[in-house]
């Protein structure tokens, strides 16, 4: 298949990569180096030091001879992506390019706005250039968790039938998210779903939980070859900074009383659910949206979880609670349903002792990189 | 009270401007004449020229002594916004500053580019000037019925009380609209309540069906404070679309079968419904939502009803229906409450025959200058 990644340099854009070349597809990965630069400038670099995207496509091709194609730039410029489309005539396309970062998302007006036009012009073009270059291309969102918040019903998968006052219909579940990174999703959703309906596009949207992990078929190879791997407060996930707080000696920050639940998975399992989305893509205008984690776990149980497991390895791990920096319900209901992937085969991995341990061993390897500066929260959602 | 309105220029913007100086506000207008120009590049012209807006004031201050001041810019443009809310600071802000135009947003790339950037920025751009300086103002913001499409549920004020499997929650009304325009309005919507919950602003959300009419108590005093009146395929809104063919003497054009039905009311209820709105502002953090018509038809019903009314006076109107060029349900359920409004206090003014013979008869006066080629569709909602 011709296989198009949009944001192929990011966490997740990049194993993707590797993972669809693996399998013999021919891959086109796209970036614009966004999120590295952001990075930077908020001082949130990775723990790992990230080739550019053309010499990690060097590298993964000496050690498998796979190639992976690269274009630099901005998938938020229409011409640039549409002349991409034209050309290499994607049956899948993986958009993962957008701003990832909450908290980056609630530093002040100019993050806020970066945020809100480049995740929405992208999608959008991303949606014009099927329609006017390849519309047959399945195209795989990646959507969020975050997108439903924390109701106080169960989560259906992407959709609800509601009956009121005697009547039924069906629509989109209700969206209502806790920043506006999270938003800028519920938009991209709706956007999605009037194109979709409108114009007969085939889309799976994944609504996906945090991931954690760096190790992956293919990024074993080399440590070159690792996804960028953040531990800070912007561009870190919760339990990949726990790792990192925990080899460095400094107590896991867990955000209020760390009762805030979401569902997780690790990275080989996004790999996977992408691949059997990819391998079967839904009918020309339907939206199909997934789910996408394997267990739920509040903060403070992931914390228990990462002190568990360095204890077995001799690390002294202390749990902090600090002030909660978001606006987010820290006691709340949550039971997401989990159904479409495993219908399509997902095998999950599961977050064991070992699995712990694995990726603190990794990470120990690196201590001398952590900069403990980068861990506590540098952006409150409050202005007082 | 310090009065903003943003869109001053428009249809509705220019009458809420007048109707607020009348009752002694001050009054700012601000307005980039977007409107204007997109209706000169395709060739949608209103009825009847428009003096620009610095005349117009001095026109309406000419006859009343009352005063509008006005700024020409872009509210896309948050630099110029800003330091608007910052030098003016706003009690209240009547947001009308969006590309207005479902035909429009679907011609092409380009218009559907701009009419996203321009009402998701405009919006974003209008919260944070709050955010930053004008916390406690007001905002009326202009949503619109057809956010909510046609679902087959009985359409609520704005949210939903969902029950699912025994639990409860509230939410916003599911959406889900029929153009790229009023899906940019859903946008908005789930834009504003994420900054209305996350920092305590205040707003009024008006989903508004479309408005017929001209004249009210300040656009009588001369033709010269008329609203702008278009009667083409783009801007033109149904009912005066149905008027203007009538006096022109082409068949009314009904798309499909005619019963796609809509909340329809008379401009001088949309006058009183924002004033109303502004007389009693919702608590900060509150988004208080009212749906803004005040009867539903049918469009083949409003086809009859403006036949009727044509005979009345010796027209002799002929109906013809015509390939839908909109993707949408002609046939459906629709069952909208409207009840936030007239517990405010809104005194309905219906659609009667005599409106529609008053409204008939101006029109006459200005049959000169119609133009039939502006009248059947020229954008057609599908691809092939």
Avoid at 93 to 105: G, L, M
Avoid at 149 to 163: F, Q, R, S, V, Y
Avoid at 169 to 181: E, H, T
Avoid at 369 to 382: E, L, S
Wanted: net charge negative.
């Amino acid at each position: 298949m011709q296989v198009l990644i949009l944001g192929g340099d990011g966490y997740l854009g990049w194993p993707t990569a590797m993972h669809f070349a693996a399998a013999g597809h021919n891959v086109l990965a796209v970036d614009n180096y966004a999120r590295r630069n952001l990075a930077r400038a908020t001082r949130s670099e990775p723990l790992i030091d990230n080739p550019n995207l053309h010499d990690r496509c060097e590298l993964y091709r000496a050690q498998t001879n796979h190639g992976i194609e690269v274009r630099i730039g901005d998938c938020a410029d229409y011409r640039f992506l549409a002349a991409i489309a034209a050309e290499f005539q994607p049956q899948v396309i993986v958009h993962y390019a957008e701003q990832p970062s909450a908290p980056y998302s609630m530093i002040d007006f100019e993050a806020a706005r970066f945020t809100l036009n480049n995740n929405l012009n992208t999608t959008f073009n991303v949606l014009w250039a099927m329609l006017e270059h390849a519309p047959d291309c399945h195209l795989i969102k990646l959507g969020t968790m975050g997108e439903y918040g924390t109701p106080n019903i169960d989560i259906e998968e992407g959709w609800l039938e509601i009956e009121h006052r005697g009547r039924k219909d069906k629509f989109l579940f209700p969206r209502q998210a806790g920043s506006l990174y999270h938003t800028t999703k519920v938009l991209d959703t709706d956007l999605i779903w009037f194109y979709v309906r409108t114009y007969g596009l085939r889309v799976t949207d994944l609504m996906q939980g945090p991931v954690y992990g760096l190790i992956t078929d293919q990024s074993r190879l080399d440590p070159g070859l690792y996804p960028n791997f953040h531990y800070d407060d912007i561009f870190g996930t919760v339990l990949n900074r726990f790792l990192v707080q925990a080899v460095a000696g400094v107590p896991l920050t867990v955000y209020g009383e760390g009762g805030q639940t979401r569902g997780y998975l690790n990275l080989i399992d996004t790999l996977q659910c992408i691949e059997l989305a990819a391998s079967s893509p839904p009918g020309k205008g339907e939206l199909r949206i997934f789910n996408q984690f394997t267990e739920t776990f509040s903060v403070l149980e992931l914390a228990d979880r990462v002190k568990d497991a360095g204890r077995d390895i001799g690390l002294d791990v202390a749990i902090k609670r600090i002030d909660n920096p978001r606006k987010e319900m820290e006691q709340h209901y949550y039971n997401p349903s989990f159904t479409g992937l495993k219908q399509l085969g997902l095998k999950s991995h599961l977050l064991t002792e070992d699995v712990l341990v694995g990726m603190l061993s990794e990470i120990m390897r690196h201590k001398d990189k952590v900069d403990i500066r980068k861990i506590m929260p540098r952006v409150a959602w409050r202005q007082n």
